[in-house]
T-cell receptor
Framework: GDSVTQMEGPVTLSEEAFLTINCTYT??????LFWYVQYPGEGLQLLLK?????DKGSNKGFEATYRKETTSFHLEKGSVQVSDSAVYFC?????????FGTGTSLTVIP | DAGVTQSPTHLIKTRGQQVTLRCSPK?????VSWYQQALGQGPQFIFQ???????QRGNFPDRFSGHQFPNYSSELNVNALLLGDSALYLC?????????????FGEGSRLTVL
């Protein structure tokens, strides 16, 4: 079945460090791919998305490219801030259903 | 513009009891999905409602049931509660046909089963 596998956490980085959170997927057909973020005490919110191969999603300095050949959608940011501390979820959508990864907790220290 | 609202935010039940969780979708959204998020895990799809009917269902037993009302709000019912039902229950809404592909989530209802 369809599924998402993302990098185990937790991840701790110093401010201004480079961030990569790996995400790979298994899906039949042509899924759309998403990164959602959950800040402390808040609900999940969309960070970025890509709907077809080679699309790049970007938002708030975060980027991810839909790589069909490697079935990946890795999240990157060049310089993280303390305010980026949150849990990040990779997800795919096929039809009406979303499949989420287990989440990666990121803590950024000053 | 109110986002997705859920109630109650927290509740405690005992094994064997029944629970009802409520959700009001974001204005303009007619599709509601429910997810279960266990501690340290990602959300797991329970089911989706559209036009007052269950349109798709994940791998959850029949103890989990739902309803959608004409105003698009929705309820999730869980019968015969088990300890393993303890989780954060998330409601997500989207506009017709998932045109944007995006789900809008509420903050969830945290259920503890003792």
């Amino acid at each position: 079945g369809d599924s998402v596998t993302q990098m185990e956490g937790p991840v701790t980085l110093s401010e201004e460090a480079f961030l990569t959170i790996n995400c790979t997927y298994t899906a039949t057909g042509y899924p759309s791919l998403f990164w959602y973020v959950q800040y402390p005490g808040e609900g999940l919110q969309l960070l970025l998305k890509a709907t077809k191969a080679d699309d790049k999603g970007s938002n708030k300095g975060f980027e991810a490219t839909y790589r069909k050949e490697t079935t990946s959608f890795h999240l990157e940011k060049g310089s993280v801030q303390v305010s980026d501390s949150a849990v990040y979820f990779c997800a795919l959508r096929t039809g009406n259903q979303f499949y989420f990864g287990t989440g990666t907790s990121l803590t950024v220290i000053p | 513009d109110a986002g997705v609202t859920q109630s109650p935010t927290h509740l405690i039940k005992t094994r064997g009891q029944q629970v009802t969780l409520r959700c009001s979708p974001k204005s303009g959204h007619d599709t509601v999905s429910w997810y279960q998020q266990a501690l340290g895990q990602g959300p797991q799809f329970i089911f989706q409602y559209y036009e007052e009917e269950e349109r798709q269902r994940g791998n959850f037993p029949d103890r989990f049931s739902g309803h959608q009302f004409p105003n698009y709000s929705s309820e999730l019912n869980v019968n015969a509660l088990l300890l393993g039902d303890s989780a954060l229950y998330l409601c997500a809404s989207s506009p017709l046909g998932l045109a944007t592909g995006e789900l809008f989530f509420g903050e969830g209802s945290r259920l503890t089963v003792l």
